[in-house]
């Protein structure tokens, strides 16, 4: 069955420091990925996704993610972390169209809580 | 702001009992997704709705039910509630339903069950 593992519960980082959020996804082939953000009392905002090609996808708010095949991996970075950053990060895949997929519905990792330190 | 609205915000019932969550999409959007985010078993994937047919099923148990009316908007109904259904239900909604859309995701209802 899919699935998506984020490795890790909570990180922090200071302000202004750079970022890493790590993303590992079980599939029988490259399903399409999305990394959502959640601030506290909201919903979830898509930050960016890949589908096909360049393997660096650029997000909204200076976030960027890198597809890496080899690894099964869809890591989500940032250069300079700020103070409002702080939320909870999700990575997520859906069923790519060749496989069958009509749907969109997400599956989801467990999370990343990301703390920022001033 | 996503476009998305749930109603009501907060829900606080008893074991046993039956509510209704409601959803309106993004203007426009002819796809409703409903997911459910607790802590033990994170963010699931419960049903998706398009131009008022189901589309898809997840995770969703049989004492759920959900529908999507001519308007678009869609409601979940959650019966015969136990302690292990609070959790935060999300509804989502995108343009075509379609794993390329962006999926528009409301506030929730945070839902307690006594």
């Known amino acids: 069955a899919q699935s998506v593992t984020q490795p890790d519960i909570h990180i922090t980082v200071s302000e202004g420091a750079s970022l890493e959020l790590r993303c590992n996804y079980s599939?029988?082939?490259?399903?399409?990925l999305f990394w959502y953000v959640q601030s506290p009392g909201q919903g979830l905002q898509l930050l960016l996704k890949y589908f096909s090609g360049d393997t660096l996808v650029q997000g909204i708010k200076g976030f960027e993610a890198e597809f890496k095949r080899s690894q099964s991996s869809f890591n989500l970075r940032k250069p300079s972390v700020h103070w409002s950053d702080a939320a909870e990060y999700f990575c997520?895949?859906?069923?790519?169209?060749?496989?069958?997929?009509?749907?969109?519905?997400?599956?989801f990792g467990k999370g990343t809580k990301l703390s920022v330190k001033p | 702001d996503s476009g998305v609205t749930q109603t009501p915000k907060h829900l606080i019932t008893a074991t046993g009992q039956r509510v209704t969550l409601r959803c309106s999409p993004r203007?426009?959007?002819?796809?409703v997704y409903w997911y459910q985010q607790s802590l033990d078993q994170g963010l699931q994937f419960l049903i998706q709705?398009?131009?008022?047919?189901?589309?898809a099923k997840g995770n969703i148990l049989e004492r759920f039910s959900a529908q999507q009316f001519p308007d678009l908007h869609s409601e979940l109904n959650l019966s015969s509630l136990e302690l292990g259904d609070s959790a935060l239900y999300f509804c989502a909604s995108s343009p075509g339903g379609l794993a390329v859309d962006t999926q528009y995701f409301g506030p929730g209802t945070r839902l307690t069950v006594l």
């Open positions: 203007s426009g959007d002819l796809s």
């Open positions: 599939y029988g082939a490259t399903p399409y």
């Open positions: 997520a895949v859906a069923r790519p169209k060749n496989y069958g997929g009509s749907q969109g519905n997400l599956i």
């Open positions: 709705y398009y131009n008022g047919e189901e589309r």
